[in-house]
């Protein structure tokens, strides 16, 4: 059988992402998703497609982490199984594929791991940049330290959300003149960056060599990074970000594999300061990710940004081999976040807060205006690779505000 998949679907036979859904039927399992339809491999296993490499049902449970811990060769594996099933002219599949083929709009899906720990990076020079003007406009803009090390914070787990998940907004202390109030947020803000998910763990004490970092990756989400701004600003010194971080942070359900992104690579920004010796790289490349930013409306629906991975300063090795170099262990399922991505175009700012220069500049949706995220807003994330014809996408990652 010969799945017939959009020329424009996200979902093509070079991407095959992975992903935890459920149908009215049926409990949370994982599934590979296909032009609009999603691969129950849970199914797949029963009928022993991979009875050579996996000798338990892991895709019968409620997140990828299992699957994910069977290493890089059992990825291989199912993926080439997958595509072979997909491609081949099978009277099996063709007789039978109502029983492991579901439509994307029947299904509810889930967060795709259980992720114990969350780091978020500060990668984007040009964000770095910008956040500096604003808030330090007679110093430099970037601090003493950025171009030495990816600066990164640790977010919180237990708060991370998947799309169609409303974003409560968030109250907090806020400081009004000269006066601390309690309030709800009033600056409430988004942020596009990519989430990678840790696939293979070091053990604790033992740093991952930057020429090894991508094999400790399984693949990447879309991450909307929700801020409140002004929360942040009164509580961010001397600790860094806290609760104007933790309230919610939205990650895509489909999980795009490096295997699927190997093909998607361009060359990183040259970096202007050496770094020691182990973030330094043979050959620098970043993954040539566009990312575009909507905001819908009751009434209207605008792109607000679209910008791109590959203008990250710091690399995903990086992250890495920075994360480890004091011996901390990552785990599988963790999430690494790159933090905003910002290109040198306005256009290309990776948040409200450079969009709207700090609120002093309104956006248009429509015949509506905004400088922040007012309640009944969606936020929409996605995102597509393309090179010649082949492309690949991440779907989206949508959340409603609410109060």
């Known amino acids: ?14 991407n095959l992402p992975y992903g935890i859904f459920s149908t009215p039927s049926k409990h949370k399992r994982a599934g590979v998703a296909i032009g609009n339809q999603i691969l129950d491999l849970s199914i797949l296993y029963e009928l022993s497609f991979f009875e050579d490499k996996i000798v338990s049902n ?12 069977l290493g890089k060769d059992v990825w291989m594996y199912v993926r080439k199984v997958i595509q072979e099933l997909i491609t081949k002219d099978s009277d099996f599949f063709k007789n039978n594929h109502s ?23 500060y990668s984007s020079e040009e964000h770095a940049s910008n956040v500096g003007r604003m808030f330090r406009p007679t110093m430099d803009p970037l601090l003493p330290n950025w171009k030495h090390m990816p600066i990164a914070y640790h977010g919180r787990s237990s708060s991370i959300i998947t799309t169609n998940t409303p974003v409560k907004r968030p109250y ?52 909307n990074d929700f801020s409140a701004r002004d929360i942040q600003r009164w509580e961010y010194q001397p600790l860094g970000p806290f609760l ?38 043979e050959k620098r490349l970043n993954f040539d990710i566009e990312i575009s930013f909507e905001i819908e409306t009751a009434n209207n629906k605008a792109t607000v940004a679209v910008t791109n991975s590959k203008y990250l300063y710091w690399s995903m090795e990086q992250q890495v081999a920075h994360h480890t170099v004091n ?32 609120g002093k500049e ?36 949508r959340n409603l505000i609410i109060n």
């Open 172 to 223: 907090g202390q806020i400081l009004k003149g000269e006066e601390v109030i309690y309030s709800a947020c009033q600056t409430l803000d988004i942020e596009i960056e990519l989430g990678f998910i840790i696939g293979k763990e070091n053990k604790l004490g033992e740093p991952i060599d930057i020429k090894h970092a991508n094999e400790h990756v399984f693949g990447a989400v879309l991450l």
């Open 58 to 69: 892991v895709f019968n449970h409620d997140t990828l982490n299992d699957f994910i811990a």
């Open 99 to 121: 029983h492991f083929l579901y439509q994307q709009s029947e299904a509810t899906m889930y967060l795709p791991v259980k992720i114990g720990d969350y780091t978020d990076f």
């Open 244 to 281: 104007g971080k933790n309230f919610a942070t939205a990650i895509s359900p489909w999980v795009v594999t490096m295997e699927a992104l190997q093909h998607f690579t361009t060359d990183a920004p040259l970096q202007t300061q050496q770094v020691l010796p182990y973030l330094q790289e």
């Open 1 to 14: 059988m010969n799945i017939q998949i959009e020329p424009t679907s996200h979902f093509s036979i070079h």
């Open 327 to 358: 011996g901390c262990n990552l785990k599988i399922g963790d999430l690494l976040g790159t933090g905003t991505i910002s290109g040198k175009e306005k256009t290309s700012f990776g948040s409200l807060l450079e969009l709207t220069w700090n």
């Open 362 to 397: 309104s956006i248009n949706i429509g015949d509506e205006q905004r400088t922040f995220l007012q309640d009944g807003d969606t936020t929409i994330l996605s995102a597509i690779c393309k090179k010649g014809d082949m492309q690949i996408g991440f779907g989206e990652v």
